[in-house]
C-alpha cells in the first residue's frame, strides 16, 4: 500500500470502504484482476496552490488551496468546496474520495472530486470574502469548465461565495456557462438546489422508516449543526410532522424541548452571517445554550438530548461511541446522515450492532450532488425547472439511492446494512466503468 503520511481521515474512508467490499472481491474476481482498488485510491489528479489576498487593514494574507480530481470515470469532477481553518489536504481527499461513490450511487453522470482551502470566513468582512474568492478562482479557472469540473459549495461555501467565484471565472474566461452550481436563481441556479441536501436527508429518512411501516410524524429529532444542510433538513422535518429540537455550531449547542424555531435560525445564520447560537437562547429564554467550553470531555451534547431520529449535519467525526451509546439508550430507531462522514467508524458499527435504522452520509446527503446535476442539465439546456419539477426529482432520486443501497445490501446477506449496500453499489458502478475504459 502506497502511504499518504498525515491524512487520517482518508485512511478512515478508504478502510470503511474497502471492509464494506470484502464480500463483493470474494464473489467477483474481475475487480482485483483489474487492480480496482489500487487504482480508485489514487486520485487522477491534486492540486495545491497559494491563495494570496489583502484584508481590510491592507496586509497581505495567505492561505492554501486545493483540488482534488478524484475520478472521471462516470462523468465530469464534481464535488463542493469547503472554506474551514479545520481543512487539510487530507479532509478533501477524504471528501473526494467519498464523493466519487456517493454520485455513482445518484445514479447521474457526475464524477468525483473536492476542493477549498483553510481560509476561515468568520468574522471576514464581505470585501474580504470577495477578495479572497477572487484570488482562490484566479488558480482553479485553469482547471475546472462545464464538461470538465464543477465545483459547488460545501462548509463556509454558500450562495455568496459561489458569486464572487462565478463573477471572477467570467471575467477570466470571458464565458457565461454552468461551471459552477449553487448559484442564485437569477444567474443560472436551479430552484430547491439550496434545500436539496437537508430535503434530501429526510426524504432518506422517509424511505427508511417506511421499511419498517413508521413515519416521520410526531417523533422528536435531534440535528446537530446550524448551516445549510441543518437548517433544511430542519425545515422538512417540521413540514413531514416531526420535531426537531436541538441544533449547533463550532462554539455552542442549542436544546429547544419546544423545538427549534426556525425563522430564528435562519435570521441568524443565513445570507452570509454567522451570529453565535447564544443569540438564540437569548431571544428564546426557555432554550438552553450549551458553549462548546463546558461540553462534556470528548462529546458532543446534541446526542445526549432523548430523540427517535438523530440527524448530523454539521461536520465529520462529530459523533463518537459513546455519543451513539447515548442515542441508542435514549432509544433513537434513525440516524441519517447529512454531513460527510458524521459518526466515527466505533459509532456506526454500534448503529449496525443495535440494527437500527441507518443511512450513511454517502446515501442519505447524496440529494445535494445530485440536485448540483439537476442545475447543470437545466444549464446545459438553457432552462430552468419548476420548484415542484426539482423537488420531486429529488424524491425520486433519494427513493432510488435507498433502494439501491438496500437491495445491494440484501443481495449480500446483510439486509440493515446500508453501509455495505451504498459502497458496493457505489463501487461495482465506477469500477465496471473503469474496466470498460481500459488503463487509464
Ligand atoms: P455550512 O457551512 O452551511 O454549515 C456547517 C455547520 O457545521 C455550521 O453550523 C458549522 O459551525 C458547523 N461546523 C463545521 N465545522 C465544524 C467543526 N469542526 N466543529 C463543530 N461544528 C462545525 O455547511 P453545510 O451545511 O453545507 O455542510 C455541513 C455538512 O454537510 C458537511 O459535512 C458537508 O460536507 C456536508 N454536505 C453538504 C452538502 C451541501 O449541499 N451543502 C452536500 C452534502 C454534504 P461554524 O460555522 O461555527 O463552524
Redesign the pocket.
Known sequence: QRSSPGEPEFYQAVEEVVQSLEPLFAKEKKYLEYNILERIVEPERAITFRVTWIDDQGRLQVNKGYRIQFSSTLGPYKG?L?F?P?VTSGTIKF?GFEQIFKNALTGLAIGGAKGGSDFDP?GKSNNEIMRFCQSFMTELYRHIGDTIDVP?????V?GREIGYLYGQYKRLTGSYEGVLTGKKIAWGGSLARTE??GYGAVYFAENLLASRNDTLEDKVATVS??????IYTIKKLYELGAKPVTC????GTIYHEAGIHLHTLQQLKEQGK?ESLEKYAEIHPDAKYTPASQYPEGRHPVWSIPCQLAFP????N?LNLEDAKALLNNGCILVAE???M?STPEAVHAFLEAKILYGP?KAA?AG??ATSQLEMAQNASMIQWSFEEVDARLKGIMQNIYLTASQTAEEFGQPHNLVLGANIAGFRKVADAMIDQGAV
Open positions: 463542493g469547503r474551514h479545520s471528501l468568520k459547488a459549495g460545501d462548509i463556509g454558500g436539496a441536501t449543526g446550524s448551516g445549510n444542510v441543518a449547533s455550531d463550532s462554539r454567522n449535519c454539521a461536520t465529520q462529530e447529512g454531513a460527510n458524521p452520509g446527503n445535494g450532488v
